[in-house]
């Protein structure tokens, strides 16, 4: 069974461009989350989609967006780029509720904004 | 608001046995308790989930006391190979949206 899968694995931006990251969850698990992990505030969750609908969502501003595909496939997007907003952007599948379960992660993306 | 606390880091020697605990003072009454490792580079990687009282696998425990406002995580006969980051994992739920809290990790040093 193929794991998580993110894409790109590393990039770099410029302040005020925006990104997309891309992540395809373990075949049959509908559950898709993020995380921002950063050495200055740990690992903290942006939100979670299930069926294409927007679950949950952490205390982000509005230029972290996120989808989810009928395939079960996640975007999230961030724009107007921050020098802050370098970091470590990792998901989770999972086949039900978030915290019932096992989270299976991805590598991540890293993304460094200059 | 749900919060967790952990030791920063912690220093051992392989074969001893590693507690490592988390405090989570307002978690939830239907929540559960998880813990991951993290190796450089690499995303979070399940290692145990409990409930109450003690839950074993085949890498760990988890005791969790009655009132379930803190958790130990239990690696017996640590090795080199057990150097990485722990995190505990509860959620907290805010009117009708729910988030995992992750702990600030504890920093777990196997020596030879």
């Known amino acids: 069974k193929a794991g998580v899968t993110q894409t790109p694995r590393y990039l770099i931006k410029t302040r005020g461009q925006q990104v997309t990251l891309s992540c395809s969850p373990i075949s049959g698990h509908r559950s898709v989350s993020w995380y921002q992990q950063t050495p200055g505030q740990g690992l903290q969750f942006l939100f979670e989609y299930f069926s294409e609908t927007q679950r949950n969502k952490g205390n982000f501003p509005g230029r972290f967006s996120g989808r989810q595909f009928s395939n079960s496939r996640s975007e999230m997007n961030v724009s107007t780029l921050e020098l802050g907003d370098s970091a470590l952007y990792l998901c989770a599948s999972s086949a039900g509720q978030q915290n019932t379960g096992e989270l299976f992660f991805g590598e991540g993306s890293r993304l460094t904004v200059l | 608001l749900a919060k967790t606390t952990q030791p920063i880091s912690m220093d051992s020697y392989e074969g001893q046995e590693v507690n490592i605990t988390c405090s989570h003072n307002?978690?939830?009454?239907?929540?559960?308790i998880t813990w991951y490792q993290q190796f450089p580079s690499q995303g979070p990687r399940f290692i145990i989930q409990?409930?109450?009282t003690k839950v074993t696998n085949e890498v760990a425990s988890l005791f969790i006391p009655a009132d379930r406002k803190s958790s130990t995580l239990s690696l017996p006969r640590v090795s080199l190979s057990d150097t990485a980051v722990y995190y505990c994992?509860?959620?907290?739920?805010?009117?009708?949206?729910?988030?995992?809290?992750f702990g600030s990790g504890t920093r777990l040093l196997v020596r030879p």
């Open positions: 409990g409930y109450k």
């Open positions: 307002n978690i939830a009454t239907n929540d559960y």
């Open positions: 994992l509860v959620g907290d739920k805010l009117d009708s949206s729910y988030k995992l809290i």
